[in-house]
């Protein structure tokens, strides 16, 4: 096995909430190969989110939200490392931002998917654009690589 393909094996992706809700978009009767590898994926641990995401999702009503129930071991929770990382995480924000997103109720994944995934070296997974206090935009900063779904579904080679 190359060395190339060993380490796709053993990259880990940290998806954000709006990708998952994307997947909504692929139904398992018509995609299967799609919600293989994930399942492939979840059991080898190289698909992780957050907690904080678990906790957006758990704000609607549907089957994305039923699929993150069933599959709930992939959202981590805060940890050491994680506490660390927020804080440099933070100080990639405008402040104004910062302070806007925080002060609403309710959860806020963004600083906390990055922050797990510079812990984790993982790629994040996002549909948001590379604009200032965007996942992509912060992440880049970190030296953190962001993908969209499809550029994802390319990376680990699923074909639709």
Same mark, same amino acid.
């Given at each position: 096995m190359?060395?190339q393909?060993k380490?796709?094996l *053993?990259q880990a992706y940290c998806?954000?909430?709006?990708s998952?809700?994307?997947?909504r978009? !692929?139904?398992? /009767?018509?995609?299967p ?10 059991? *080898?641990g190289n698909?992780i989110s957050h907690? @904080?995401? !678990?906790?957006?999702i758990?704000e609607g009503?549907d089957e994305?939200?039923?699929?993150c129930?069933?599959?709930?071991k992939?959202?981590k929770?805060? /940890?050491?490392?994680? *506490?660390? @990382?927020?804080?440099n995480v933070?100080?990639?924000y405008?402040?104004?931002a910062?302070?806007?997103?925080? *002060?609403k109720?309710g #959860?806020?994944a963004? #600083?906390?998917?990055?922050a797990?995934a510079l812990?984790?070296?993982a790629?994040?997974?996002t549909?948001e &654009? ?5 996942? #992509?935009f912060?992440a880049?900063l970190?030296g953190l690589k ?6 994802f579904? &390319?990376?680990?080679?699923i074909?639709?």
């Amino acid at each position: 096995m190359d060395k190339q393909f060993k380490l796709l094996l *053993s990259q880990a992706y940290c998806i954000d909430t709006d990708s998952l809700i994307e997947f909504r978009r !692929y139904p398992k /009767d018509v995609f299967p190969s799609v919600w293989q590898k994930i399942e492939s994926m979840i059991k *080898s641990g190289n698909l992780i989110s957050h907690l @904080e995401v !678990y906790k957006e999702i758990n704000e609607g009503r549907d089957e994305i939200v039923d699929w993150c129930k069933s599959h709930r071991k992939i959202f981590k929770d805060l /940890d050491d490392c994680q *506490s660390i @990382e927020i804080k440099n995480v933070q100080a990639k924000y405008d402040a104004d931002a910062w302070a806007r997103e925080t *002060s609403k109720t309710g #959860p806020w994944a963004d #600083p906390w998917v990055i922050a797990l995934a510079l812990c984790e070296q993982a790629m994040i997974i996002t549909q948001e &654009r590379n604009k200032p206090n965007k996942i #992509p935009f912060i992440a880049d900063l970190l030296g953190l690589k962001s993908l969209n779904l499809i550029d994802f579904f &390319r990376t680990i080679g699923i074909k639709l």
